[in-house]
């Protein structure tokens, strides 16, 4: 089991990445950068689901798979604010650029529509034989408002990746399963068409990192941590109560057993004191 130092210093490397994600934020956009410091110390003024930019609320599960969200998400809803109640979205962007003057922040309303409902046309399942990787909306991991608003604006749950040597089945993604826009290795395709005819017209364009979200928070060992932790205090506490209860006894020895330490008090007018590490 990790001692209490170890858990505070992987808390410090997780809280790292959510500065490094902050710096990316800063300089994509400075206004909701600010916005985002006064959020995090306002946030008791709202009621409703507030969400920060999905360049902090969002995570990117694997960053290898980073290049292909940043090439399909607009750069705006990646700075956007996320709210569930319009009139409290309406006050922070009063509060941000009339009060504050910062006119580059932008907010949007959660949808009502679930992130389950949010679907591709094409299984999974019947891709995985050509060298399907994943659609998008399984790479990343994001509050449920905010995904749906993702999968609706940009079509995450849509958005084939695919391995590179899969090139040799594009005429059967565009012809036969009708994608619209999916990843070959490093190779995006989009796929037009007129609605006078039945061709279509693909483009190609190679894509390439942009390291807007390849720094990636485990939600879930944060979570972790945080448990282990306030265990760890919990203990803390529990030691310290014993103690005081004995020591107002003249005379008494108290007996310690952590996972660490076994630390023996003896509690007399000379008070001693001494520990055996067990393990």
């Known amino acids: 089991t990790a001692s209490k130092e170890g858990l505070q210093r992987d808390m410090g490397q997780l809280r790292n990445v959510n500065q490094q994600k902050m710096q990316v934020l800063k300089r994509m956009n400075d206004d909701a950068y600010k916005a985002t410091m006064w959020l995090q110390d306002h946030r008791e003024q709202f009621q409703g689901e507030v969400y920060e930019p999905f360049i902090i609320s969002g995570n990117v599960t694997d960053p290898a798979n980073a290049m292909y969200v940043e090439n399909s998400i607009q750069q705006r809803d990646l700075t956007a604010f996320f709210f569930s109640d319009a009139n409290e979205m309406n006050f922070f962007m009063k509060t941000m650029r009339q009060e504050k003057g910062w006119k580059k922040v932008s907010a949007v309303t959660l949808p009502q529509r679930s992130v389950g409902s949010f679907q591709p046309e094409v299984p999974a399942a019947s891709l995985k034989q050509y060298g399907l990787i994943s659609y998008l909306r399984e790479l990343v991991t994001a509050p449920d408002g905010v995904l749906s608003f993702l ?25 036969q399963f009708g994608l619209n826009k999916f990843f070959l290795g ?42 282990q932790l306030a265990a760890k205090q919990a203990e803390e506490g529990q030691l310290l109560a ?38």
Do not use: W
């Open 242 to 279: 014993q103690f005081q209860q004995v020591s107002s006894c003249p005379s008494s020895i108290l007996i310690c057993l952590t996972r660490e330490v076994v630390t023996v008090l003896i509690i007399t007018p000379f008070f001693k004191q001494f520990s055996l590490v067990i393990g």
């Open 151 to 175: 999968c609706g604006n940009n079509n995450l749950h849509r958005v084939a990746v695919f391995q590179p040597q899969a090139e040799q089945y594009n005429d059967q993604f565009v012809n």
């Open 186 to 227: 490093s190779k995006m395709q989009t796929v037009s068409g007129s609605r006078y005819s039945s061709a279509k017209s693909i483009m190609t364009r190679a894509v390439q990192p942009s390291n807007i979200l390849s720094a990636s928070l485990d939600q879930e060992r944060v979570a972790l941590v945080e448990r």
